[in-house]
């Protein structure tokens, strides 16, 4: 079965470091992947997606992703954090069958800015 | 315009009661989800709606969860004889067809159960 690991449970970083959130995926082909940020009593968003070509995507609010093959790895990035990036973040995956569409997610990575 | 709305935001419920939580999606969205959020943990995929027709349903979790949809509607998730490792946010998501599109999720309904 398809799986989705977020290794890193909490991270903290200061304002204005670089952020990096890793996320490996299980499968044997290469399914859609996703970023989301889930902020405190809000929905959930999406940052970024994949689904083919170029393996470096660039998303809302400074964010980009790396897919890497290789690694079945999607990591999640970003140059210069800010305060209001304090969030939760989960990577997901799409089987790429159209007809099974279901989003499968890691079990996220909570962000704590600090000054 | 509006995005997906889920009804109540929040429901504490009694052990053994059902409940019934709601879904309206954007409109013209022809696909809708239902996921579980339990405290701690990632979310979870319960049921899936393409129209009003439910061709996967592999995430519920037991057949006390059932759920319907009106049409290319709202959805209802009726959860029978609660328990409290019901306890959970409950997620809806809708995406405008089939063939990959993004799904935008609704606010959530939580769930507690005593």
């Known amino acids: 079965a398809q799986s989705v690991t977020q290794p890193d449970i909490h991270i903290t970083v200061s304002e204005g470091a670089s952020l990096e959130l890793r996320c490996n995926y299980s499968?044997?082909?290469?399914?859609?992947l996703f970023w989301y940020v889930q902020s405190p009593g809000q929905g959930l968003q999406l940052l970024l997606k994949?689904?083919?070509?170029?393996?470096l995507v660039q998303g809302i609010k400074g964010f980009e992703a790396e897919f890497k093959r290789s690694q079945s790895s999607f990591n999640l990035r970003k140059p210069s954090v800010h305060w209001s990036d304090a969030a939760e973040y989960f990577c997901?995956?799409?089987?790429?069958?159209?007809?099974?569409?279901?989003?499968?997610f890691g079990t996220g990575t909570r962000l704590t800015i600090i000054p | 315009g509006a995005g997906v709305s889920q009804s109540p935001s929040n429901k504490v419920t009694e052990k053994g009661k059902d409940v019934e939580l709601r879904c309206d999606p954007i409109?013209?969205?022809?696909?809708l989800y239902w996921y579980r959020q339990r405290l701690g943990q990632g979310l979870e995929f319960l049921i899936y709606?393409?129209?009003?027709?439910?061709?996967?349903k592999s995430g519920l979790p037991s057949d006390r969860f059932s759920a319907e949809r009106t049409g290319e509607s709202v959805s209802t998730l009726t959860i029978q004889r609660t328990q409290q490792e019901d306890s959970a946010v409950y997620l809806c998501?809708?995406?405008?067809?089939?063939?990959?599109?993004?799904?935008?999720f609704g606010p959530g309904t939580r769930l507690t159960v005593l």
């Open positions: 997901a995956v799409v089987l790429t069958n159209f007809g099974n569409e279901k989003l499968t």
């Open positions: 709606f393409q129209g009003n027709s439910a061709p996967d």
């Open positions: 994949y689904f083919s070509g170029d393996t």
């Open positions: 998501a809708s995406s405008p067809r089939t063939g990959y599109n993004e799904q935008f």
């Open positions: 499968y044997g082909a290469t399914p859609y």
């Open positions: 409109s013209g969205h022809t696909a």
